[in-house]
Structures are given as structure tokens and as C-alpha cells.
């Protein structure tokens, strides 16, 4: 078994080191200790560099870097990666964008809270100062306020909600979701940016870009309401600092919380000498369980891009992100996973591909058809499969690629499907997305199951009679192998069909001893 070289450039939380460390399959390297011209001799040989602010991602850095496959940016930020350069070698740029969510999000109600409240001058005055009055300290109620939430992604309507919670009006405004979105939670939904401009309390959740760079302005701070409170949690610039100074200053705006600025570090800003300003020092991810999610998914996101598997986040795939809804890239992920998974449960020659889907995915086929051609490639074809030659190479093996569209019809809002044909006969697998990013297959062979893509399963197709799992588990047992799940699903036709997952790889041994199993039918193994 080849083993896949996997650099940690930068220090991470060291529950991502252990997954890298405990994976067979992984060669891990760890180099955060060394000085950056001696890492330039060890990342030659990665397959995958994990890196943090530390490491300048250059050219330099790209030219060392000759087996590079992968580059994970173990954050939301990206400043210090080359992505243009990373392009041209043929190279997927990561970052992990999620895993510090609930951090940031708990950081804008602490900043609300700071801002209506005024508790870190309150707790200057006596902690500090030692003086004791209570009058100088009439803050203001979250409570019947009119909230507006800029951007509602990942973290916009996480914060809606919290709002929810404290009994606040909540309105959002975000022109690249459904509005059902937010309607469906209780949250009310505009294409009017005037509406969220006439609220109390305003909070931005936006990306970084040409059409959010100075998003609130003076003309937008003109037409708010006098005492207007601002939040900014996601990245500086969205509002612009000078107008924010100005603003603050004449108490058109009350009270602004801030945890980002246009140039950091920003120990000399203006904003520093106001009294109406709570700001911290861009903590948004600084949580001790956001550090450690960043670290488990940026190992496990290194792993799977290593295998080929998959490239979650990347920031650099053969889509224009910018025009396609937040909710598709997940489908696209998914799908490779899927094709990855039922290729590996059947290894013949592919013979044919198609990639189904219905509900609003359907409108981007195209891109859902290429990510599964290289998930299922990537089985046999390992490094020599990418997104650029995925067609010609499938044209190459005499593959039919076909995609269909259906109505909504399976009771899902969005479903994709594989249907693979190969030498021994024909596989199929479904999947959907919840909650935004909750991956789920949902279906293989016509067996209805709720399954992560992700982890070492058995896939075990046997006669519905009493006894088997028993079986199942002495067989592993007897091989020291621990079950982490089980999954069952029933047929119509007195068949059954089991995923069960396992912390331990599955050699051809055990797979032979559970196909001897008498009510075995087929026994397969899937490693995503």
C-alpha cells in the first residue's frame, strides 16, 4: 500500500496530529518546529502540506514543493496562499472555513451584549478604578430590538437565531439565498437593503470581495436611525473605518462592536480612542474547541484530498464559485465521496457513469458530472486522475459519462445520484445534504439508509434471516476489529444490505471470513 505523504508546516491542536499519526496509510511529517529555508527540503516530497499564517504559501515555497498535490489552509483566512500559483502547478488550495462557526458567532452576541450593556467600561470602572457607580451604567434591552443580519451563511443565521432566543425581531438580507432559508426559521427575509438599514442593531456576516469591501459607507450610515449600534465579527473593511470613526463620533452611530479592521494588527487605530467602541483582537476563532475542530478537520480534509477522495472548501476548483449558490458546493463534495465509495465496493472496469439529480442541484449537472467522474476514476487511477483531464481520461477508457434531471419526487429537496455499470453488473447510491453541510447517503442498491460519507465501512449484502449481525460481530471480534456503527436496512425480497464501520482497516482476509458467512450474498470494503 502506497503511503501518502502528509507535511504539517505550521503547529496545530494536537487531536489533528493524532489523527494524521494513527492513519496506515499516511507517511506524517511533522515540520512546525523547523525554520522555513529547511522546510523547503522537507516539503518536496509532500503529496499534502497543512499550514497555518506562519507559512508563507509562495512562490518559493511551490517551487520546493514538486510532489504537492494539496495545500490546507488550517483557518478561514487565506492572505498568506498563492492561489493563482497553486493553480497553475495543478495544485488544490484548502482552508477549513467552518470549524470556528460557533466561536465567531458566540463573539457577535458577546459584542452585542458588550455594546447595549457597556460592560467592559462598567467592569473597568470597578475593577480598575474601584468606584462604585451604579448610575453611570443604564444600558439598553436586546429585547423587542430590531435586529438586521447581513449574510446569512454559516454563521449569519446561527446568530439570527440566538437573536431569536433573546426575543429580538430579526431581519436578514442575503440576494444568493433561497428565501425560504431564513423564512423557515422564523427569520424575515429581504431584497430590500434599505429594510436591514432601519434596524436597531446591525450585524455584517458577509465574505471579503469587491461587492462587500465597504459595504456600510457613509450614504448607508446617512439613512440608519440616530443611535444605530454596529457589529463587524467577520472581516475588516466591510465597513468602511473612516465613516465608522466619524459616525461614532457624532453619535449618529451608539455603539460599535468590532473584532476585525482593514490593517492588522491595528494597535493605532482611531477606533481605540473612541468611548463608544468594545473591540477585541480579531478572536473570532480563539476558542480552545474551535482550535481543536480546526485541527481535526484540517487533518481529516488532508487525508481525503491525499487519497484523492475528495477536496472539501477548496478554494480553487474548476467552478466559478462566485456563481453558484452556497449550498451547491456540499452536493459537489458529496458526490465525489459517493463515486469514490461505490467504485471501491465494485473495483471491475468501469464501463459507464451517470449522475442524476433532482430539486435545484439539478441546474449544475454539469459540475456534480465531473467531480463523480474523478471520484470514481481515482480508484484505479489514483494520482493521475484530476479535474482537468478526468474527461479525456474517462474518453481514453471508452466510459460513457450521462447525466439526467428529475422532478422532485423522493420526498428530498435536493438528491443526487450514481448509477455505476461496470464489468460485474450495476451499482447505484443517493445522497443528500441538510442543515446546508450535513452530508448523507441516503441510498445504495435500492436500500434506504442514513450514513456519513466518511470513515472505514464494510458493505455487506446478505439473506434477511436471524443471526447475521451476531456473526458479523464474532468475525471481527475474532480479528481484534471494533465496531464504531452499524447500519441496516431491509428489501422487499427477504435481502438486507448492512454498512458497518469499523476503527480498523479491513484486509482481503477478513473480508473472505464474512463472506463465508452462509446467508453472505456480497462483501465489500469502502475507505473514504
Known amino acids: 500500500m502506497r503511503k501518502h505523504t502528509i507535511v504539517v508546516c505550521d503547529h496545530i491542536h494536537e487531536d489533528g496530529l493524532n489523527i494524521l499519526a494513527n492513519t496506515s496509510d499516511i507517511n506524517y511529517v511533522f515540520a512546525a518546529d523547523i525554520d522555513k529555508t529547511t522546510l523547503l527540503d522537507v516539503i518536496k516530497d509532500a503529496d499534502v502540506a497543512i499550514t497555518r499564517s506562519s507559512t508563507d504559501v509562495d512562490e518559493k515555497f511551490l517551487n520546493a514543493a514538486t510532489n504537492l498535490k494539496a495545500i490546507i489552509r488550517a483557518g478561514v483566512g487565506y492572505d498568506n496562499v498563492d492561489i493563482d500559483g497553486c493553480s497553475k502547478r495543478g495544485i488544490i488550495a484548502m482552508n477549513v472555513p467552518t470549524a470556528n462557526t460557533i466561536a465567531a458567532v458566540e463573539l457577535t452576541m458577546a459584542h452585542m451584549l458588550s455594546c447595549m450593556r457597556k460592560f467592559p467600561y462598567a467592569h473597568n470602572q470597578l475593577k480598575n478604578d474601584r468606584v462604585w457607580k451604579r448610575e453611570d451604567w443604564y444600558g439598553n434591552e436586546l429585547y423587542g430590538k430590531k435586529l438586521g443580519v447581513i449574510g ?49 442593531i446591525i450585524t455584517i456576516h ?71 467602541v468594545t473591540v477585541t483582537a480579531h ?57 469514490f465509495f461505490i467504485a471501491q465496493s465494485d473495483k471491475a472496469e468501469i464501463r459507464s457513469i ?52 428529475f422532478s422532485n419526487h423522493s420526498g428530498y429537496k435536493n438528491k443526487v445520484s450514481i448509477k455505476l455499470t461496470t464489468a460485474h453488473g450495476v451499482s447505484t447510491i443517493s445522497g443528500t445534504v441538510f442543515n446546508d453541510d450535513v452530508q448523507r447517503i441516503v441510498e445504495i442498491n435500492g436500500f434506504n439508509l442514513d450514513i456519513e460519507p466518511q470513515g472505514k465501512m464494510i458493505i455487506m449484502r446478505n439473506k434477511d434471516v436471524p443471526g447475521v449481525i451476531g456473526e458479523v460481530g464474532k468475525t471481527l471480534a475474532n480479528n481484534n476489529i471494533n465496531i464504531s456503527d452499524f447500519r441496516l436496512a431491509r428489501g422487499k425480497d427477504n435481502k438486507a444490505l448492512a454498512v458497518i464501520l469499523v476503527d480498523e482497516d479491513i484486509n482481503s482476509s477478513v473480508l473472505g471470513e464474512l463472506s463465508n458467512i452462509e446467508a453472505a450474498i456480497s462483501v465489500s470494503y469502502a475507505d473514504i
Do not use: W
Open 152 to 200: 446569512f451563511g454559516n454563521i449569519g443565521h446561527r446568530v439570527a437565531l440566538r437573536a431569536k432566543s433573546f426575543e429580538m425581531e430579526v431581519i436578514t438580507y442575503d440576494p444568493y439565498i433561497p428565501s425560504t432559508k431564513a423564512t423557515d426559521l422564523g427569520i424575515t427575509y429581504t431584497t430590500n437593503f434599505d429594510d436591514i438599514l432601519s434596524c436597531d
Open 206 to 276: 458577509t465574505p471579503k470581495n469587491k461587492e462587500t469591501i465597504d459595504m456600510i459607507s457613509e450614504k448607508e450610515i446617512a439613512k440608519m436611525k440616530d443611535g444605530v449600534v454596529l457589529i463587524n465579527c467577520a472581516r475588516g473593511g466591510l465597513y468602511n473605518e473612516e465613516a465608522l470613526v466619524n459616525n461614532l463620533k457624532s453619535g449618529k452611530i451608539a455603539m460599535a462592536g468590532i473584532d476585525v479592521f482593514k490593517k492588522e494588527p491595528a494597535t493605532d487605530h482611531p477606533l481605540l480612542d473612541l468611548p463608544n
Open 283 to 339: 478572536l473570532g476563532a480563539n476558542t480552545k474547541e474551535s482550535q481543536k475542530q480546526i485541527a481535526i478537520q484540517a487533518a481529516q480534509n488532508a487525508i481525503e484530498s491525499a487519497r484523492g477522495i475528495s477536496y472539501p472548501h477548496a478554494l480553487n476548483l474548476p467552478i466559478d464559485e462566485s456563481k453558484i449558490p452556497s449550498f451547491v458546493k456540499p452536493y459537489i463534495e458529496l458526490t465525489q465521496k459517493m463515486a
Open 354 to 405: 451517470n449522475v442524476a439529480a433532482e430539486g435545484e442541484i439539478a441546474e449544475y449537472l454539469d459540475s456534480l458530472q465531473t467531480f463523480a467522474t474523478v471520484g470514481a476514476l481515482a480508484v484505479n487511477s489514483g494520482d493521475e486522475i484530476n479535474y482537468v483531464n478526468a474527461s479525456f481520461i474517462a474518453t481514453e477508457k471508452g466510459i460513457d459519462i450521462t447525466t439526467s434531471s
